[in-house]
């Protein structure tokens, strides 16, 4: 509202001024003082109504503008909340997005690599089986060649031997070719030829050749049959008839193999000895070697050396190579490379007696 307020006061003055007079008798000039002081009296009338007015305007500017704060403020929350929520939303999604396409990028990586390393191990493989598949044409070559030279030698071998003894041979040839078939083939056409042609005394002459002859084959036979005993009999007259205190030992070889039955735990046994042996000899080696073999623990077979390993497999190679050296059937050469796999992987054991 408006007011009005009185103010009272006074106000001092003092000061001095200069003076002169014109010339005169005397003349001159001086300085006038002076001072006092002077009321004031003042009303100072402040008139309010705009302002009120103003002031009035101002509150329903201000009672709306809360209102319309209080609305923007709840539409607000509302708009930030709902910007929350799809901001969480857009986080969540991407995070999960990038997680996603981070593990699909390595699951493609990862299969790309796992692909290339299995066509690289297939590559190997391949090559290795090429590798693997010249390699045993190298080596049927090679041992088909080493047959050849064994097989040379043999026949080298044979013809030393028949240099050697060829007396014996030849005996035998001219015993066989000579004195048997001509013998037979003469007598039948001396027959032939006696019934028509040859007299009796020819007829006589003739047998009495047949029995010449005869006589010699069956002194030869004799001669070639006793051959042995006198080697024998030579051999005896440098030994000497002395008889042992102690049984000597006398070794034969003995194959004995265990396997497992496909219908269970049963294990078949088996043992495999020379057949010249008599029956009953024969049967108490089997049941002698069934309980050593059968007996004993896992403990008792011990690793075999390096020497024995190899000398076992050169003869194995050796026979191997002799019974698949001609064949050319791809069930031949299978069965040759399973059995050459199978050997190569196998741990050789000895039995050592106790």
């Not at 999604?93 to 390595?106: K, Y």
């Not at 049959?225 to 000497?240: H, M, N």
């Not at 043992?271 to 008599?278: A, N, S």
Request: glycine share 6%; net charge negative.
């Amino acid at each position: 509202m408006s007011y009005s307020k009185n103010y009272s006061t006074s106000v001092s003055y003092s000061g001095s001024v200069h003076y002169s007079y014109p010339k005169s008798d005397s003349g001159g000039s001086g300085t006038a003082y002076y001072q006092g002081s002077i009321p004031v009296n003042v009303t100072i009338h402040v008139d309010t109504d705009p302002f009120d007015g103003s002031v009035a305007r101002f509150n329903t500017s201000i009672g709306a503008l809360g209102g319309s704060v209080a609305a923007m403020k709840v539409a607000q929350c509302a708009a930030i909340q709902q910007t929350a929520q799809e901001v969480s939303a857009s986080l969540i999604n991407g995070f999960f997005g990038v997680i996603n396409t981070e593990l699909s990028q390595q699951l493609q990586a990862l299969d790309s690599a796992i692909k290339a390393g299995f066509g690289m191990i297939q590559d190997l493989g391949k090559a290795v089986g090429d590798k693997k598949k010249v390699m045993e044409e190298d080596f049927n070559r090679i041992s088909s060649r080493y047959i050849k030279i064994f097989a040379d030698l043999d026949n080298e071998c044979y013809k030393r031997i028949f240099a050697l003894d060829k007396q014996s041979f030849g005996l035998s040839e001219k015993t066989l070719k000579q004195l048997l078939s001509e013998a037979s083939s003469n007598a039948a056409a001396m027959n032939l030829l006696s019934i028509e042609e040859i007299s009796s005394s020819k007829t006589l002459v003739f047998v009495s050749s047949l029995n010449r002859k005869a006589l010699e084959v069956l002194k030869t036979l004799h001669d070639y049959i006793t051959q042995e005993s006198k080697i024998g009999s030579l051999i005896d007259s440098f030994l000497l008839n002395e008889e042992e205190d102690v049984n000597i030992p006398f070794y034969i070889p003995v194959i004995w193999s265990e396997s497992d039955m496909l219908d269970g735990g049963v294990f078949n046994r088996e043992c495999f000895i020379p057949e010249h042996l008599d029956q009953q000899k024969a049967q108490t080696i089997t049941e002698k070697v069934n309980m050593f073999c059968s007996g004993t623990s896992q403990s008792a077979w011990k690793a075999a050396g390096e020497s024995e390993k190899e000398s076992l497999n050169r003869e194995f190679i050796i026979l191997a190579e002799s019974c698949f050296a001609n064949a050319d059937e791809d069930t031949d050469q299978r069965i040759y490379r399973t059995m050459m796999s199978l050997w190569q992987n196998t741990e050789l054991l000895f039995l050592e007696r106790s």
